[in-house]
């Protein structure tokens, strides 16, 4: 240690560590060619030979895809955790099937209203947020959750009430693929922009507040308008899935919204990784999967098998795994599975860094 | 350029700023120098908005920014760094000097996220900015690190480098030269004088090095007690009755104490090393190697971000060093928790008191007793005790410690470190910010409370202490510069070390 303190800047005399990996050879392209066409095939023809009613779970795992982005935004970036975000999906959820079931407007307006209105929701929860911080605004989202389960999502006029609101998928893409397909370009989407977010000022401003406000100010970025910026993008890409969650189970009830949809979203993003994409996408669709590798793979009776266990069912096997995955993660892997699929993406789109 | 008049700023019951009033040119270097504790940080908080002042004005330009938040305020052209390194952490040089680029972006907000076509243009440019910066700086090849990984002095410049991104014309430096080596300082200096010249900023400075203020600064003004002390050109500051003062405290006449039982060594430190921040990177105390005899009285002496903080703070076992050793008593205790070393009679009083704000003054000593809470006969006694020591206690026993004046938060914290039965007192900057008197009076039961058996260590900035003192050690940059008796000690020769040689007039 005496030494780097005295001499004169050796960190400037040595050569910055790069990775000076040459060109990779014929294997190394053969590799990377064959893991990248089975990564397609595994997202985008892999579902065509499945039935629509497991395509219809896929879909679940791309929107899952969107929501854990969106509560990226709020968690990785801005560093707010939000406790309430199955609200914030469900009110996209609602206020697109309210718009194409009783003012009978077609697909894409409604899911941009939706947006909207989800954004706008995001926007008062960050002006509170502005007010009380840490714990308690935990608190307050949790609050706002349970609320709109328990409240906005029952009043019959706007949700249909117990039986819910009917949300019917858009004519060119009433099948379960071909929802998939439109979903997928969704996710598309979301995975651009938050490219863009991470890569110009607004990134660069988050990054700078989450870490110091002061030296954020000094900067001179607001703290305040970027705080509320971060919830408004967070609730847009959360409204966005609500909506095309709704259209992908056609009907939407309040009971779709539980707390515990909550917490599996934090879950999700923290085992996948907050602050990269992959991460949060790979994390996310692997604990909307969960279930569904439950029941196909019996894994569910399998931990039955063992004594005086009984058997896990598929629908709360990702609130059980979770928790367990989640205390792993913070304990031994603090960059969640980013940490393996990071170096990963770097290998296989060679030279592009997984992070910005 | 800039103009604040009459500014003054309190925090709960303390005035930290009191009509203060200043002006910078444009296109000079004015350092603003005071001891610790003198508002110095809260002024600029107040320039660059961090702080509302609770009366005065701050124009910049002409125009009053007074109400601005800080964030427009960087934006009306004030930039500035930090005393404890303010940077974003986690991130390289790169993204710093990216992310400092905030307002130069050229596009707004919603655009850059929508990725418009524009956008990777703008950034193309603030990028080849920052590789401009960096190379005028001697950056360029440490882009990619992150700024954590990077030597302290480095730290510093790229902190100066984010700050000149911002393309303010008014740069405020919180103490730019905290940490360096000399030979980095000097480097420092002469940066400043052509960053003034390559970018046209204008410049205020914090800083502790008075010489350097001397050699860089077109005009200084010295704090104390919240209240501008002195303005002036650097050579006639250097040798103001006030400023000399202000750092050194009245000269008073040394009493040779007699040296009776004073001498076995109660407590040896030997080649301590301590550093702050991830991999030791930032070095405080160097080698340190120093005695305490039993019984006697230690005076530390030394300037801001000398290392006596961090020595006490070691001694009592609140930091860690990377090596070294400390043996009190004929034990090692260099590994023992600091609640350990409690229970073996090493007791601190923090700087700045520490005293718990919302407890009552009775709660707040029964916390010091809390190795032998269970024992109501000792708590008891040890309160009788503190209240005769501090008569000023008495009748406040059920008052909260918050509302206190400093000068009684200060005997409290006294008070409470004696409630733990201390063998080895340790008081931190006992005299900040209290009135000569009151420091004479706290010194006083200090000495008391030595002849009853205790051994005492003192830090001190000034020479307040000297006269309770048997001994002097002072320190500069975490190295022990000189070490006698505190009639070796004399005003003349720490008025060089503080703030350089006088000038012949």
């Known amino acids: 240690m005496t030494t780097t303190l005295t001499g004169p800047d050796p960190v400037v005399a040595a050569p910055p560590a790069e990775r000076t990996a040459g060109r990779p050879s014929a294997v190394g392209w053969a590799a990377r060619g064959t893991v990248g066409a089975a990564l397609f095939g595994l997202v985008f023809l892999f579902p065509l030979t499945r039935s629509g009613v497991d395509v219809n779970i896929y879909t679940e795992a791309v929107i899952y895809a969107i929501i854990g982005l969106s509560l990226n935004v709020l968690l990785g970036y801005a560093g707010q955790i939000s406790l309430g975000h199955q609200a914030f999906v469900g009110v996209g959820a609602f206020t697109s099937a309210y718009m194409v079931t009783v003012h009978e407007q077609n697909f894409v307006a409604a899911v941009g209203i939706a947006v909207a209105v989800g954004a706008a929701q995001a926007l008062i929860l960050g002006v509170i947020s502005l007010r009380i911080s840490g714990l308690y605004f935990a608190l307050v989202s949790l609050a706002y959750g349970a609320m709109a389960e328990d409240w906005l999502f029952n009043i019959s006029s706007l949700t249909g009430g117990g039986t819910g609101q009917p949300a019917p998928k858009p004519s060119a893409f009433a099948t379960d693929h071909r929802y998939y397909f439109l979903c997928l370009a969704f996710l598309a989407l979301v995975l651009y922009l938050d490219w863009r977010l991470t890569s110009s000022k607004t990134g660069r401003a988050l990054l700078a507040l989450r870490s110091n406000p002061r030296v954020a100010e000094s900067f001179g970025t607001s703290v305040k308008r970027y705080t509320l910026l971060a919830f408004v993008i967070s609730g847009a890409f959360a409204s966005l899935a609500g909506a095309l969650l709704a259209h992908n189970t056609t009907r939407v009830v309040a009971g779709q919204f539980q707390f515990q949809l909550a917490l599996l979203f934090v879950i999700m993003t923290v085992v996948g990784g907050l602050r990269s994409r992959v991460g949060v996408v790979v994390g996310s669709a692997f604990f909307a999967l969960t279930g569904y590798f439950f029941a196909h793979l019996h894994l569910g009776s399998a931990v039955g098998a063992l004594p005086l266990v009984p058997d896990l069912s598929p629908a709360i096997a990702p609130l059980v795994l979770g928790p367990l995955l989640l205390l792993f993660t913070l304990i031994r892997h603090p960059g969640g599975m980013a940490e393996f699929l990071d170096p990963f993406q770097r290998w296989l789109i060679r030279g592009r860094s997984a992070r910005a | ?505």
């Open chain 2, 1 to 505: 350029m800039l103009e604040v008049s009459g500014c003054s700023v309190r925090f709960g019951g303390v005035q930290a700023l009191r009509d203060v009033s200043l002006s910078v040119r444009e296109g000079e270097i004015v350092g603003i120098v005071g001891p610790n504790g003198a508002g110095k940080t809260t002024l600029f908080d107040v320039i660059s908005g961090f702080r509302k002042p609770n009366s005065g004005t701050v124009r910049f330009r002409g125009r009053d920014v007074t109400r601005l938040p800080a964030h427009a305020r960087a934006a009306a052209g004030i930039g500035r760094t930090f005393q404890n390194l303010g940077l974003v952490r986690g991130a390289t040089v790169r993204t710093n000097l990216l992310a400092a680029q905030h307002l130069a972006a050229g596009y707004s907000a919603p655009a850059g996220i929508l990725g418009l076509p524009s956008t990777y243009g703008a950034e193309a440019r603030l990028s080849r900015r920052a590789d401009a910066l960096a190379d005028m700086l001697g950056l360029s090849a440490l882009m990619d690190r992150k700024v954590d990984e990077l030597p302290y002095g480095v730290f510093k410049r790229v902190e100066v480098a984010a700050a000149l991104a911002t393309d303010a014309d008014l740069v405020l430096l919180d103490e730019p030269t905290s940490g360096m080596g000399p030979t980095e300082r000097t480097a420092f200096a002469d940066a400043l004088a052509e960053f003034r010249r390559t970018f046209r900023v204008t410049v205020a400075m914090i800083e502790h090095d008075v010489p350097l203020v001397a050699q860089v600064c077109d005009y200084v003004y010295c704090l104390n007690f919240g209240q501008m002390l002195a303005e002036g050109e650097p050579d006639g500051l250097r040798s103001h009755p006030d400023v000399i003062r202000a750092y050194l405290g009245d000269e008073v006449p040394v009493r040779l104490m007699p040296s009776s039982e004073r001498g076995r060594p109660f407590l040896e430190v030997d080649g301590l090393w301590v550093s702050y921040g991830e991999r030791g990177r930032v070095p405080v105390l160097r080698d340190l190697s120093f005695e305490v005899r039993h019984l006697e009285r230690l005076v530390l002496l030394g300037l801001n971000g000398a290392g006596k903080t961090t020595t006490v703070a070691t001694l009592a076992g609140l930091l860690r060093p990377e090596r070294g050793a400390i043996v009190f008593d004929g034990a090692d205790i260099t590994d023992l928790p600091a609640a350990e070393r409690v229970g073996l009679g090493i007791i601190l009083v923090p700087e700045g008191r520490q005293v718990f704000p919302g407890l009552s003054v009775d709660h707040n000593l029964r916390l010091g007793a809390w190795n032998r809470r269970r024992d109501a006969g000792y708590v008891a006694e040890g309160q009788e005790r503190v209240k005769r020591v501090f008569p000023h206690l008495a009748d406040r026993g059920k008052q909260l410690a918050g509302t206190l004046s400093g000068g009684e938060q200060q005997m409290l914290a006294i008070g409470r470190a004696l409630m733990a039965a201390p063998r080895l007192l340790l008081v931190d900057e006992a005299s900040l910010g209290l009135s000569p008197a009151i420091t004479q009076t706290v010194f006083s039961v200090l000495d008391q409370i030595n002849t009853e058996g205790v051994t005492v260590v003192l830090v001190e900035q000034g020479m307040a202490a000297l006269d309770h003192a048997d001994r002097v050690m002072i320190l500069e940059r975490g190295e022990l510069v000189f070490e006698g008796s505190s009639t070796e000690t004399d005003h003349a020769g720490l008025r060089e070390r503080y703030l350089g040689a006088p000038v012949p007039a």
